[in-house]
């Protein structure tokens, strides 16, 4: 499946600023993994670079594990270069999120867009909740994001993705200058989603009706299980359909929901405002979890 729609911070700067060098280039790799004694998720390892940084995992009820991606910038600057290397080990259950937005900040004129390399393995019966914050491109901002997730045999994936238009407060609309979106879906070797998003206000007029017509926000909900035979998924569809149905408002928020060619169902969604995105996604991942693994899904709880 492919869709084209076609701070001040210590020691980088404040908005509109670059490195000297280009910007920071840092990895962030997480390695988690169920601890046969407890039967609980725990971070048996990691690898940091600033500015990203886990502090800890916290324990679930469920034994699963809470991680929080932290940013210390406090945004993306003009020329940063970051990657992220999740790894959930088999029968491992973790639940990943961000401390905030993610601010793509303006950059200067000469400064390199700004990259993320997201890279994602989900071992045997494991599964990844990813549910972060919205990411936010600042007027002028040029944003390149690369996304690979390779599940295995029985791995589960919740994973969505909340794209802003800007700074609403500022009455930044859609002044960034590019915003490309890269996602690749492997199931068993097996591609099962390829998502390529590529939105230039600047260029081409992001309210036409082919790209977001009147909406503003733009959101992805993957939800995948491994192994689960079609008849399954058809039934998922259905009833996250009649889910959605309850939640879509005229001219306000908009939801689609089509299963892949194996192994899970894709969410779409397009809203008008941002108030309200999330908690309209809350209902569609605890009707799916509910489904898929017979028990509630919990919105992460934050930290500073």
Same mark, same amino acid.
């Given at each position: +499946?492919?869709?084209?729609? !076609?701070?001040?911070?210590?020691?980088?700067?404040?908005?509109?600023?670059?490195?000297? $060098?280009?910007?920071?280039?840092?990895?962030? #790799?997480? =390695?988690?993994?169920? =601890?046969?004694?407890?039967?609980?998720?725990?971070? !048996?390892?990691?690898?940091?670079?600033?500015?990203?940084?886990?502090?800890?995992?916290?324990?679930?009820?469920?034994? #699963?594990?809470?991680?929080?991606?932290?940013?210390?910038?406090?945004?993306?600057?003009?020329?940063?270069?970051?990657? $992220?290397?999740?790894?959930?080990? !088999?029968?491992?259950?973790?639940?990943?999120?961000?401390?905030?937005? %993610?601010?793509?900040?303006?950059?200067?004129?000469?400064?390199?867009?700004?990259?993320?390399? @997201?890279?994602?393995?989900?071992?045997? @019966?494991?599964? $990844?909740?990813?549910?972060? =914050? *919205?990411?936010?491109?600042?007027?002028?901002?040029?944003?390149?994001?690369? %996304?690979?997730?390779?599940?295995?045999?029985?791995?589960?994936?919740?994973?969505?993705?909340?794209?802003?238009?800007?700074?609403?407060?500022?009455?930044?609309?859609?002044?960034?200058?590019?915003? &490309? +979106?890269?996602? =690749?879906?492997?199931?068993?070797?097996?591609?099962?989603?390829? &998502?390529?998003?590529?939105? &230039?206000?600047?260029?081409? @007029?992001? #309210?036409?009706?082919?790209?977001?017509?009147?909406?503003?926000?733009?959101?992805?909900?993957? /939800?995948?299980?491994?192994?689960?035979?079609?008849?399954?998924?058809?039934?998922?569809?259905?009833?996250?359909?009649?889910?959605? *149905?309850?939640?879509?408002?005229?001219?306000?928020?908009?939801?689609? /929901?089509?299963?892949?060619?194996?192994?899970?169902?894709?969410?779409?969604?397009? !809203?008008?405002?941002?108030?309200?995105?999330?908690? #309209?996604?809350?209902?569609?991942?605890?009707?799916?979890? $509910?489904?898929?693994?017979?028990?509630?899904?919990?919105?992460?709880?934050?930290? @500073?």
């Amino acid at each position: +499946m492919e869709t084209i729609l !076609a701070a001040e911070e210590a020691g980088r700067g404040i908005e509109g600023a670059s490195l000297p $060098l280009g910007g920071v280039q840092a990895a962030l #790799s997480v =390695d988690f993994a169920r =601890d046969p004694l407890t039967s609980s998720t725990i971070l !048996a390892g990691s690898h940091q670079e600033p500015p990203l940084k886990v502090v800890r995992a916290f324990a679930l009820e469920d034994g #699963s594990a809470l991680a929080h991606l932290h940013n210390v910038s406090g945004g993306l600057l003009g020329g940063d270069r970051l990657a $992220l290397t999740v790894r959930v080990g !088999a029968g491992a259950s973790v639940q990943l999120t961000t401390t905030g937005a %993610t601010r793509v900040y303006r950059p200067r004129e000469e400064a390199r867009t700004v990259t993320q390399l @997201n890279e994602i393995s989900v071992g045997e @019966n494991a599964l $990844l909740e990813y549910v972060p =914050d *919205a990411i936010i491109p600042f007027a002028g901002a040029r944003y390149s994001q690369r %996304t690979t997730i390779h599940l295995a045999s029985g791995a589960g994936l919740f994973w969505w993705e909340i794209l802003a238009p800007g700074r609403e407060a500022r009455g930044e609309i859609f002044e960034y200058d590019r915003v &490309e +979106m890269r996602t =690749d879906l492997v199931a068993l070797g097996r591609p099962i989603a390829a &998502e390529r998003v590529c939105l &230039e206000p600047r260029r081409r @007029n992001i #309210s036409d009706l082919a790209r977001l017509g009147p909406s503003r926000y733009w959101v992805t909900f993957y /939800v995948c299980r491994v192994g689960l035979n079609t008849q399954t998924w058809l039934a998922a569809e259905q009833r996250l359909r009649d889910v959605a *149905a309850g939640l879509t408002r005229s001219g306000e928020i908009l939801f689609g /929901v089509s299963a892949l060619v194996a192994h899970g169902l894709v969410i779409r969604c397009l !809203a008008r405002r941002g108030r309200g995105v999330l908690g #309209s996604l809350h209902p569609l991942w605890n009707e799916a979890k $509910l489904f898929l693994y017979d028990r509630e899904a919990v919105p992460p709880r934050k930290v @500073n």
